[in-house]
């Protein structure tokens, strides 16, 4: 019944949020974003390898720090400006190269297959230091994400060669998530949807980086509701993603 009040609209403070995507109220700052966080360690990796002498022009250490922030265009800009790169550090001007083609609109099939071959050669070279790891791990991003149409039995082949010979490495732990990414929802898998989701849980003991951890409680926690896990199993992982936090 109108009785010709006006009705009082709340302060701000006083409003009741909806739930949003992410547990915990708000959404996780940039930085907490796994693919962000990638850049900044290989970022990190360059710069230190710089304070070793190890590391070519200025130009390309920018180049990363640019990449790190997401500001591809500029990173872009600096490769194009940087010298050509002296035979120690052609590798790791390829992977800024690499990276830049493979993330800076616009986004074309000629820019993922030179990004694949740059990604390929590095890796070749050395697969087992931290360029060659994270080469593999983008080259199999790039099975998954980025050619048409996808091939996901490549990215799982890159994906779980990083897991078995990585495991404690920040990409191979990265690895696991797109792996469990990959087997949750597969088509034919010959499981039902709990037993795929508890079977992951226990994989996913081994996952010790907070970030990681936490984006898998959460990613778990969407697959148990999506594969009749359980409400209450869906629960307790998002429950543990919270707990761990932003920082």
Not at 194 to 223: F, K, Q, S, Y
């Amino acid at each position: 019944k109108n009785t010709g009040e006006r009705k009082r609209r709340p302060h701000p403070r006083e409003r009741v949020r909806k739930p949003g995507r992410f547990p915990g109220g708000r959404k996780p700052r940039p930085s907490d974003h796994p693919a962000v966080t990638a850049l900044l360690r290989i970022a990190v990796y360059v710069l230190f390898s710089a304070s070793l002498g190890a590391t070519p022009s200025p130009h390309v250490v920018r180049a990363m720090e640019a990449a790190a922030r997401q500001d591809f265009t500029l990173a872009s800009s600096l490769l194009e400006e940087a010298p050509s790169p002296a035979p120690a550090d052609a590798r790791d001007h390829a992977f800024a190269q690499a990276v830049v083609l493979l993330n800076a609109p616009p986004t074309t099939p000629s820019k993922v297959v030179e990004a694949r071959r740059l990604f390929q050669e590095i890796r070749d070279r050395d697969p087992d230091d931290d360029l060659g790891i994270a080469s593999e791990f983008h080259l199999g991003r790039i099975a998954q994400m980025h050619v048409f149409p996808a091939d996901p039995e490549t990215a799982r082949r890159h994906f779980q060669h990083l897991v078995d010979e990585h495991p404690t490495h920040w990409f191979g732990q990265y690895a696991l998530l797109k792996l469990a990414s990959l087997d949750l929802y597969r088509e034919d898998a010959g499981e039902d949807g709990d037993a795929r989701v508890r079977r992951w849980i226990e994989r996913g003991r081994r996952v010790t980086h907070p970030v990681l951890l936490r984006n898998l409680c959460w990613m778990l926690g969407d697959a148990a509701q999506r594969l009749n896990a359980g409400p209450s199993v869906a629960l307790d992982l998002y429950r543990q993603g919270a707990a761990i936090g932003f920082s």
